[in-house]
T-cell receptor
Framework: DQQVKQNSPSLSVQEGRISILNCDYT??????FLWYKKYPAEGPTFLIS?????DKNEDGRFTVFLNKSAKHLSLHIVPSQPGDSAVYFC?????????????FGQGTRLTINP | DSGVTQTPKHLITATGQRVTLRCSPR?????VYWYQQSLDQGLQFLIQ???????AKGNILERFSAQQFPDLHSELNLSSLELGDSALYFC???????????????FGPGTRLTVL
């Protein structure tokens, strides 16, 4: 049962344009959502997060949007830079239930073309 | 550098064998998590320890076990290894790992296990 889904295995975007990565979830108990970025041979690094009480969180070039009714979140990167090329994982947790474990999507490989 | 260390970086072994993966959390972090990433898959939560005690269990096989020692480092033991156990194993740590607000998890670089 895949509770967090990233339906696009890969995405290719021109440098300077907007990158939009999408994520869907099924478990309505999830109340905290995160995006992690992963380079080859490294562990995932935290990028940005959002609590279920918000619908938008912004940090520099990165913005995460949460649509609770649709159980959907997205990560916008503007403008996209070559260094953004990596695998991006969406993750969720049900912290209100006392659960700290993260449930991850399968990842989306983002390639920024010069 | 997240401050979480994992050893070894790579491990190659044969089916039926037993291996131990080691994780040292960030200084001050009490909670350790283990995740498995198989080929083209997202990370799957295996188990969490908090201050030496098992806190949460995920999709961890009975052939796998873990523990957290008094100095807070953790070991993941994998036995009777099968080809399908080949994966990246990540350890993460967080300050507490309990409570109703999220505690940020910091990930180590992972151990790549290859079972031949």
């Amino acid at each position: 049962d895949q509770q967090v889904k990233q339906n696009s295995p890969s995405l290719s975007v021109q440098e300077g344009r907007i990158s939009i990565l999408n994520c869907d979830y099924t478990n309505s108990m999830f109340d905290y959502f995160l995006w992690y970025k992963k380079y080859p041979a490294e562990g995932p690094t935290f990028l940005i997060s959002i609590s279920s009480i918000k619908d938008k969180n912004e940090d520099g070039r990165f913005t995460v949007f949460l649509n609770k009714s649709a159980k959907h979140l997205s990560l916008h990167i503007v403008p996209s830079q070559p260094g953004d090329s990596a695998v991006y994982f969406c993750a969720a947790s049900a912290t209100g239930q006392g659960a700290q474990k993260l449930v991850f999507g399968q990842g989306t490989r983002l390639t920024i073309n010069p | 550098d997240s401050g979480v260390t994992q050893t070894p970086k790579h491990l190659i072994t044969a089916t039926g064998q037993r291996v131990t993966l080691r994780c040292s959390p960030r200084s001050g972090d009490l909670s350790v998590y283990w995740y498995q990433q198989s080929l083209d898959q997202g990370l799957q939560f295996l188990i969490q320890y908090y201050n030496g005690e098992e806190r949460a269990k995920g999709n961890i096989l009975e052939r796998f076990s873990a523990q957290q020692f008094p100095d807070l480092h953790s070991e993941l033991n994998l036995s009777s290894l099968e080809l399908g156990d080949s994966a990246l194993y990540f350890c993460a740590s967080s300050l507490t790992g309990t409570g109703s607000s999220y505690n940020e998890q910091f990930f180590g670089p992972g151990t790549r296990l290859t079972v031949l």
